[in-house]
């Protein structure tokens, strides 16, 4: 039996992988995604304390550094946790296995618009990842919803590649990080439409056309147009397959104590699928390394 099996391959698991292995525990990382999590996904990571880099070579180090203590990884997407009292019992399609103490650590999916014609076109012309299908709009027009460091963050790397940015705020003001409105500032290929909320994709010969906005005071419609639409408006908890355990609160998000184990005995959950304030790649390693160094310490 496996010592910890943790769920999610980003940079809480990876810390709590690496802190649980270097302390003497077997270790096994099942993930159904790329090692690194969003960090695949983001351009640049600027708030790592001591570090400025790219987001995918972060993950790559992080990957490598955790393997390098004896920690392995399996590539699968986990579909159940099954308790029992002195072991735990993990699903992955038609495969089980079995682990002393779990580590769920699987992050947030975006948060989609709910307008018409979005699910058809997602891939198509709707995007939720800026660095993965940006260069596919290489001097198009494209649209950025969302007025929050994720969305501007997007809208900065975006405006470096296409002809130009078009940010869709729902209220009167950014909510981004002044650091991140300067330099949004600094580029003339961006504009931004206060009190628009999208209301529609516009199609047109199965191709994204544009963006169909409403206003926020007056419910009047009207068109962007743009061939990319990029939705960046908030983040829900991967959390689905362990509703059944009662972790989770009315948000959908686990909530933990100070050790990172939830109110089921060997259960234990950290980075962005729990609840708090402050969801960065720190805070989510500093839950990994709290809940590996944890958990190694009960076999001592």
């Known amino acids: 039996m496996t010592d910890l099996i943790v769920v999610g391959a980003g940079p809480a698991g990876l810390t709590a992988a690496l802190y649980a292995s270097r302390a003497g525990a077997s270790v096994l990382v099942l993930d159904g995604g790329a090692p690194g999590g969003k960090m695949n996904l983001t351009a640049e990571i600027e708030n790592y304390p001591g570090l400025i880099t790219k987001g995918p070579e972060l993950a ?5 550094q955790c393997l390098s203590f004896g920690a392995q990884y399996e590539y699968g997407e986990v579909t159940r946790i099954e308790h029992h009292e002195d072991h735990q019992v993990v699903y992955v399609g038609d495969k089980t296995y079995e682990a002393r103490y779990v580590f769920i650590a699987t992050g947030t999916k975006e948060r989609h618009m709910g307008i018409p014609h979005e699910e058809e076109m997602s891939g198509r012309g709707v995007s939720y990842c ?3 299908d940006g260069p596919f709009f290489k001097n198009k027009d494209v649209c950025v919803v969302g007025g929050g460091n994720s969305a ?9 590649i296409v002809n130009h940015v078009h940010i869709i705020v729902r209220r009167d003001v950014l909510r981004a990080d002044q650091y991140l409105v300067n330099k949004l500032q600094e580029k003339d290929n961006i504009e931004i439409h206060y009190l628009k909320k999208p209301h529609e994709v516009k199609v047109e010969n199965q191709k994204v056309v544009g963006l169909i906005v409403e206003d926020s005071h007056t419910g009047e419609l009207s068109t962007i147009e ?6 960046f408006i908030g983040l829900d908890p ?3 397959f362990v509703k059944d355990l009662g972790i989770v609160n009315e948000k959908g998000y686990i909530e933990v104590d100070m050790n990172q184990e939830t109110k089921v005995a060997g259960i234990f959950a950290g980075g962005d699928v729990t609840d708090k304030q402050l969801r960065q790649v720190v805070t989510a390693a500093n839950d990994g390394a709290i809940a590996g160094q944890y958990i190694a310490s009960l076999f001592k």
């Open 238 to 240: 991967i959390t689905e």
């Open 60 to 64: 790559y180090a992080m990957y490598e």
């Open 226 to 231: 743009a061939q990319g639409i990029f939705p």
């Open 152 to 160: 501007i963050e997007e809208a900065i790397y975006l405006s470096d």
């Open 130 to 132: 800026a660095v993965c």
